[in-house]
């Protein structure tokens, strides 16, 4: 079973960066679907970024050219780095895998996975 644990939270400054890891483990191989998610408090849920293994990677519109996902494989971990932090980052960041195909215009949708992690607190400060 795919467990999936969050690190590389806190409080920065905005302009800042900082770099999410979620580190997978109960498998041999990483799942071919991995997505970060992020929940700001009295808002829905919003998907962040996705990637198919070896393949393409789509991001929300709200976090393009300052975000970027990537996943190691060897170490079976999945990054986000986030650089030139806003306020409107702060949220509750969790990663995702899902168990099967994702299709492309899906990848940001949170029912298309069924394991999730626990999340790591992302707090910008203007």
């Known amino acids: 079973q795919v467990q999936l644990v969050e690190s590389g939270g806190g409080s920065v400054q905005a302009g800042g960066s900082l770099r999410l890891s979620c580190a997978v483990s109960g498998v041999t191989v990483s799942p071919n679907y991995m997505a970060w998610f992020r929940q700001a408090p009295g808002k829905e849920r919003e998907g962040v970024a996705a990637l198919r293994k070896g393949g393409d990677v789509t991001y929300a519109d709200s976090v393009k050219g300052r975000f970027t996902i990537s996943q190691d494989n060897s170490r079976n971990t999945l990054f986000l780095q986030m650089n030139s932090l806003k306020p409107e980052d702060t949220a509750m960041y969790f990663c995702?895998?899902?168990?099967?195909?994702?299709?492309?215009?899906?990848?940001?949708?949170?029912?298309?996975?069924?394991?999730w992690g626990q999340g790591t607190q992302v707090t910008v400060s203007s």
């Open positions: 995702a895998a899902a168990p099967g195909y994702v299709p492309f215009v899906a990848r940001l949708s949170g029912t298309q996975y069924n394991c």
